[in-house]
């Protein structure tokens, strides 16, 4: 096997080419021609990640998160983004990631949110001129009142705490949701008419909203975290007996609750 084979098939799935402008998904570390015999996935590269992949016997690292955002001035394991390059090339390990891409496509972060909420109907929220775009909305299967909806969120995404605007006073029905840093598809969200908005990162003067418009903010891990159950049974069902397996530090979430 090689990590080409491996690239192959997440960007099958979702092609590098559709990923922003500003993101770096795709190979940060290693060669398409490495050969791979074990891959091990996460939401985050960190240093402890690589170690775990050195640990466990696993060649390729595949992450939501690029490693690397941008030009790097120095490489120092002074810091956690160093370490872990400086780790990742020391072990021969191939980094790869799956950021924007991922999120992109209706079967990505947005839509596996959008399964977990039971929607209907559901459609791109942003949508570009290549058909694919960020965040999707639809319809719940029955209408229900804003602070039953925010239990139900809570519930699905086994959250301790959710940050929300003002509940609504009427029953809500369409809700569009967006993994990570939403905060830019709050007027695509009420353009299509939701009701609700789900995301992450919401800054403060955002949840002064208008009447009859929500925003729940359930945290950027915890909207993301699906896709790494994504990649993996891609991974799995185009290669039933290779060697993959999801982090043992399943929560890399770097936000405490108390």
Same mark, same amino acid.
């Given at each position: 096997m090689k990590v080409k084979d491996i690239i192959k098939v997440i960007e099958d799935f979702a092609p590098l080419g559709i990923q922003e402008g500003w993101d770096n998904s795709g190979l940060?570390?290693? /060669? %398409?021609?490495? +050969?791979?015999? /074990?891959? #091990? #996935?996460? #939401? +985050?590269?960190?240093?402890? #990640?690589?170690?775990?992949?050195?640990?466990?016997?696993?060649d390729m690292i595949v992450t939501h998160h690029p490693l690397i955002f941008s030009g790097l001035k120095k490489i120092s394991p002074d810091n956690k983004i160093g370490a872990a390059v400086t780790k990742a090339i020391k072990a021969g390990v191939a980094v790869y990631a799956a950021h924007t891409n991922a999120d992109k496509v209706i079967a990505g972060v947005s839509g596996a949110m959008a399964a977990k909420l039971g929607l209907q109907n559901v459609r791109i929220l942003d949508e570009d001129a290549e058909g694919v775009g960020l965040g999707v909305v639809g319809e719940l299967?029955? %209408?229900?009142? /804003?602070?039953d909806l925010v239990a139900f969120v809570k519930e699905k995404f086994g959250l301790k705490v959710v940050k929300t605007s003002k509940p609504l006073e009427k029953a809500v029905s369409r809700v569009a949701v967006c993994g990570g840093s939403g905060g830019s598809l709050i007027g695509a969200a009420r353009k299509a008419g939701a009701d609700v908005y789900v995301s992450g990162d919401i800054s403060y003067h955002n949840y002064f909203t208008e009447d009859g418009f929500m925003i729940m903010d359930i945290g950027h891990y915890e909207s993301e975290i699906e896709i790494v159950d994504i990649l993996i049974s891609l991974i799995k069902k185009n290669f039933p007996t290779f060697a993959v397996r999801i982090t043992q530090n399943i929560n890399s979430n770097p936000i405490y609750y108390f």
């Open positions: 940060c570390i290693g /060669s %398409p021609e490495d +050969d791979v015999t /074990s891959v #091990l #996935l996460a #939401l +985050d590269c960190t240093p402890e #990640l690589v170690d775990e992949a050195v640990a466990v016997g696993a299967p029955e %209408p229900m009142q /804003s602070e």
